[in-house]
C-alpha cells in the first residue's frame, strides 16, 4: 500500500492483508517443495514475504533501518533440516500470522484509525483462517465439526417432545370428589387444617371421618354429631370431607 496521505479505509488494509496472506499459504501448501529449496539453510537469515499481488517471495531482510514495514521472522532457512519438515513448516505459518497482524495494523496507525475503524479490521481479519490453521488442516477440521452440531441443535429443537402431564402419584392424598377441585389440592388441605369441629372444636385430621350439617354448614366428627346432645338444633348430616 502506497503513504499515507491518501485516505485509507479498514476495507483497504484488509484487501492487502488478505492478499498478502493468500500469497504466503501457496508458499506453504502448493509452492511448498520450491519453498523448501529456496530456504537453503547454507544462506543468510532469510526471511519469507507475502506481497500485496498474492505471491510471495523468500529475500534477506531489508538493509533500511527502520524499515519500511515491520519484518518478518530471521532465519528460517536456519531450522529448515533440524526439524520434522512438518513441524518446521507449522513453525512458520506461527511467525507468518504474526507478521501479517503486525503490517495490517502498522498501516492502521499510518493510517491514523480509530478505535471503530481498527475493531472493524480486526473482526474482518479474525474472520479468516490464519495460515496456521490451514497449514495444519485445523480449519477443514473445524469446518466439519460445526456442521453437525448445528443440525443436531435442529433436529434436537425440532423433535423435542413436549412434556406430558404426569399421572396423579399422590396415593396417600385421598382422590378428589370432583375433577374441577383438583386444581386446587393444596389449598384445600391449607383449609382443611384450619377447619374446627362444631362441637367439640378441635381440628380436622386426615385420619378423621367427618360429616356436614347440610342446613348450617357446619363441620362435625362423626362420633361428636351422632351424640344427641350435640346436635346443631337441624342436623341434617352427609358425609365427606371438610369444604371452606
Excluded at 84 to 108: M, Q
Amino acid at each position: 500500500m502506497e503513504g499515507g496521505g491518501a485516505h485509507r479505509t479498514p476495507e483497504d488494509v484488509f484487501r492487502d492483508f488478505r492478499a498478502r496472506r493468500a500469497g504466503m499459504i501457496k508458499a506453504l501448501t502448493t509452492d511448498v517443495e520450491k519453498f523448501y529449496q529456496q530456504c537453503d539453510p547454507e544462506k543468510e537469515n532469510l526471511c519469507l514475504y507475502g506481497l500485496p499481488n498474492e505471491t510471495w517471495e523468500v529475500n534477506l531482510p531489508a538493509e533500511e533501518v527502520p524499515p519500511e514495514l515491520p519484518e518478518p521472522a530471521l532465519g528460517i532457512n536456519f531450522a529448515r533440516d533440524g526439524m520434522d519438515e512438518k513441524d518446521w513448516l507449522s513453525l512458520v505459518a506461527v511467525h507468518s500470522d504474526t507478521w501479517l497482524l503486525a503490517v495490517a495494523f502498522y498501516f492502521g496507525a499510518r493510517f491514523g484509525f480509530d478505535r471503530e475503524s481498527r475493531k472493524r479490521l480486526f473482526s474482518m481479519v479474525n474472520n479468516l483462517p490464519t495460515i496456521y490453521e490451514v497449514v495444519t488442516g485445523t480449519a477443514k477440521k473445524q469446518t466439519k465439526e460445526k456442521t453437525p452440531k448445528s443440525s443436531s441443535k435442529s433436529n434436537k429443537s425440532g423433535t423435542k417432545p413436549s412434556r406430558q402431564p404426569e399421572p396423579n402419584s399422590r396415593s396417600k392424598m385421598p382422590p378428589p370428589k370432583d375433577e374441577d377441585d383438583s386444581g386446587g389440592e393444596e389449598e384445600e388441605e391449607e383449609d382443611h387444617e384450619n377447619t374446627l369441629c362444631g362441637a367439640c372444636g378441635d381440628n380436622y385430621g386426615q385420619d378423621e371421618f367427618w360429616i356436614c350439617c347440610d342446613a348450617c354448614e357446619t363441620w362435625f366428627h362423626a362420633v361428636v354429631a351422632r351424640e344427641p346432645e350435640r346436635d346443631c338444633g337441624s342436623l341434617w348430616l352427609t358425609s365427606g370431607e371438610p369444604r371452606i
